[in-house]
């Protein structure tokens, strides 16, 4: 049996913004572009304060989920908005050949890639999350999401929570919320084609109150997220 050496980490953010193009943004409002429906603020930031402390490679789309929705599998019923159905078929269809499959490709050869050179993938998918959702407050800050079923993906949570907890013990950090690890997206898609052996999908959810309130918060918790990263990764790679 073939020996992985320590885990290469790959990550991505497929809500990094909310552009339009200009042929389509008639279809959009610019406020609605602006909300959490639009995009996720704030996780392109730390992914990229990530890649920056850690050398990994980042993938990323600036389109807005809105138009073309990059973390669900082919066929769910959220990849085009209700909006973006009003679209000709025609018009849908170049939105995936030109923004969808691109991205999904991309980040699924790198992954091949490196199991290709013997080692196991980490892949980190940064989000961040409404703090009310139909009314009801998400009562954490941050939450890290994996497959319960998954023993590496599992271990690894444990210690970046532990982690965190340990450098920021006032931050509010749960596992497997406010989604579950397992909803449809991108990780789970890659889980089926990869080995738990081989690929941990692991996706962080950041609470948008940090981004879109105090600086000084945000900045604090940035640089918790991306310290106690490191101290997950240093343990995980003992």
Excluded at 41 to 47: D, E, K, Q, Y
Excluded at 139 to 151: C, K, S
């Amino acid at each position: 049996m073939r020996a992985f050496q320590p885990a290469e980490l790959i990550l991505s953010c497929e809500h990094g913004g909310n552009r339009v193009p200009a042929r389509y943004r008639g279809v959009f409002f610019e406020t609605l572009l602006a909300t959490h429906r639009g995009y996720d603020p704030g996780a392109l930031t730390v992914a990229r304060d990530f890649a920056a402390a850690t050398g990994a490679r980042l993938f990323y789309s600036t389109i807005s989920r809105l138009l073309v929705e990059l973390n669900r599998p082919l066929g769910h019923h959220q990849i085009f908005s209700a909006r973006a159905l009003r679209l000709p078929a025609a018009a849908r269809e170049e939105l995936l050949q030109r923004y969808y499959f691109p991205y999904w490709n991309s980040v699924e050869m790198s992954v091949a890639r490196a199991l290709r050179r013997g080692r196991r993938v980490l892949h980190l998918s940064c989000h961040s999350f409404a703090p009310r959702l139909a009314g009801v407050v998400r009562n954490t800050d941050v939450g890290l999401l994996f497959d319960p079923r998954r023993a590496h993906e599992a271990r690894f949570c444990n210690l970046w929570r532990d982690a965190l907890r340990e450098r920021a013990p006032h931050l509010r950090v749960r596992e497997n919320y406010p989604y579950r690890g397992t909803t449809d997206s991108l990780t789970t898609s890659l889980r089926k084609e990869f080995a738990a052996r081989h690929y941990l999908g692991i996706s962080l959810e950041i609470n948008q109150k940090f981004p879109r309130g105090d600086e000084r918060r945000w900045r604090e918790l940035r640089a918790n997220l991306t310290a106690s990263l490191g101290d997950a990764l240093a343990v995980f790679h003992a």
